[in-house]
T-cell receptor
Framework: DTAVSQTPKYLVTQMGNDKSIKCEQNLGHDTMYWYKQDSKKFLKIMFSYNNKELIINETVPNRFSPKSPDKAHLNLHINSLELGDSAVYFC????????????FGSGTRLTVV | QKEVEQDPGPLSVPEGAIVSLNCTYSNSAFQYFMWYRQYSRKGPELLMYTYSSGNKEDGRFTAQVDKSSKYISLFIRDSQPSDSATYLCAAQNTGFQKLVFGTGTRLLVSP
């Protein structure tokens, strides 16, 4: 199946832990994104990579560190998790930075307890 | 103030109704406008994409952009229960600029 796939789908962890979320796309896109969706459904961009190069880095705590080993993969590592990090994290991809529509993964629901 | 504003709803309509969903935006540099549909516990999926002002139709869906008033609309004709979802409008500048989303409007279509 061609898609953007994220793992894990659900993540429950304690405050202070470090966790990673992985994302892979097989659409041949060259740009990938991490978005955070809060409890009110607001989607906010966190990072964007084009051909493994960081091109968008919103005001995100430096506990969040993205890594793109190649243009088909974008991972998100979060250190010292806090209660406020609880949200759904979506990975997305597109061809170029342009606006022909992003393809989103199905999300990773992170709950910090 | 958010760059893209949207009434969160919920908007409840009977099956077969015409639905109108709307957004306003503040950044006059936005050139590309999109509507995404998000079902519960799923990722957003692209419904409609429009460049600059004008209308675009795709089946039961029509997207309208009025850049002079910074207003974005999505019309759904003959709404179906399967249209029940959250609808997110989004806007983008040119190039590798971030896609900015509204907060989404929850639509409920009852049989």
């Amino acid at each position: 199946d061609t898609a953007v796939s994220q793992t894990p789908k659900y993540l429950v962890t304690q405050m202070g832990n470090d966790k990673s979320i992985k994302c892979e796309q097989n659409l041949g896109h060259d740009t990938m994104y991490w978005y955070k969706q809060d409890s009110k459904k607001f989607l906010k961009i966190m990072f964007s990579y084009n051909n493994k190069e960081l091109i968008i880095n919103e005001t995100v705590p430096n506990r969040f560190s993205p890594k793109s080993p190649d243009k088909a993969h974008l991972n998100l590592h979060i250190n010292s998790l806090e209660l406020g990090d609880s949200a759904v994290y979506f990975c997305a991809s597109s061809q170029g930075g342009q606006n022909y529509g992003y393809t989103f993964g199905s999300g990773t629901r992170l709950t910090v307890v | 103030q958010k760059e893209v504003e949207q009434d969160p709803g919920p908007l409840s309509v009977p099956e077969g109704a015409i639905v109108s969903l709307n957004c306003t935006y503040s950044n006059s540099a936005f050139q590309y406008f999109m509507w995404y549909r998000q079902y519960s516990r799923k990722g957003p999926e692209l419904l409609m994409y429009t460049y600059s002002s004008g209308n675009k139709e795709d089946g039961r869906f029509t997207a309208q952009v009025d850049k002079s008033s910074k207003y974005i609309s999505l019309f759904i004709r003959d709404s179906q229960p399967s249209d029940s979802a959250t609808y997110l409008c989004a806007a983008q500048n040119t190039g590798f600029q971030k896609l900015v989303f509204g907060t989404g409007t929850r639509l409920l279509v009852s049989p």
